[in-house]
């Protein structure tokens, strides 16, 4: 069985500031592991994932994660925010054929 | 352009009314999911298809049916059975089990009154 944690509910942070949203996860089965982001009435939209190599991983919207096997994190971070970074952030296992496993998100709050 | 359709956005319905949430994909993607969204629960499988014709109960399937009778269509009902059906419902899709390109579509959320 595979689960999802992420430690945060809600992220306030200052426009222009660093951010780390953080997801711990466990597995039983190969351990994939995505970011996704939703912006309000939407669907998801994959930021990024690790798959297998290099274990930091650049994604869209200049977004990046770090997989951390000893610690079983995969945390998702982005050195300067903007406001159009507010939106619901959800990590995700896969589970094979169950499909993605979710966290329950987190919400970043960017403050002007 | 491929991608996935949710129909409708929006959608009203009388409690104890069951309800159909459509899904489409023209990504000729053999799998699909329904998911749950409701605030701070993050998303819950109810329920998925590997293949036409085939599809398994996820976490909480209770009050909810689906059929997979083409592989562009996986659509939901929301029975009476189904004590909170209020919330936001995701679909997505991909092919075979590789969930490494999952898409999703735009949701439809559901209020019952």
């Known amino acids: 069985a595979q689960s999802v944690t992420q430690l945060d509910s809600q992220v306030p942070v200052f426009e222009e500031a660093p951010v780390e949203l953080r997801c711990n996860y466990s597995?039983?089965?190969?351990?994939?592991l995505f970011w996704y982001v939703q912006y309000p009435n939407q669907g998801l939209q994959l930021l990024l994932k690790y798959l297998s190599g290099s274990t930091l991983v650049k994604g869209i919207n200049g977004f990046e994660a770090e997989f951390n096997k000893s610690q079983t994190s995969f945390h998702l971070r982005k050195p300067s925010v903007h406001i159009s970074d507010t939106a619901e952030y959800f990590c995700a296992v896969d589970g094979g054929a169950d499909g993605l496993t979710f966290g329950k998100g987190t919400h970043l709050i960017i403050q002007p | 352009d491929g991608g996935i359709t949710q129909s409708p956005k929006y959608l009203f319905r009388k409690e104890g009314q069951n309800v159909t949430l459509s899904c489409e994909q023209n990504l000729n993607h053999d799998a699909m999911y329904w998911y749950r969204q409701d605030p701070g629960q993050g998303l819950r499988l109810i329920y998925y298809s590997q293949i036409v014709n085939d599809f398994q109960k996820g976490d909480i399937a209770e009050g909810y049916s689906v059929s997979r009778e083409k592989k562009e269509s996986f659509p939901l009902t929301v029975t009476s059975a189904q004590k909170n059906p209020t919330a936001f419902y995701l679909c997505?899709?991909?092919?075979?089990?590789?969930?490494?390109?999952?898409?999703f579509g735009q949701g439809t959320r559901l209020t019952v009154v």
């Open positions: 597995s039983s089965v190969s351990v994939y």
């Open positions: 997505a899709s991909a092919r075979d089990r590789d969930l490494t390109e999952a898409f």
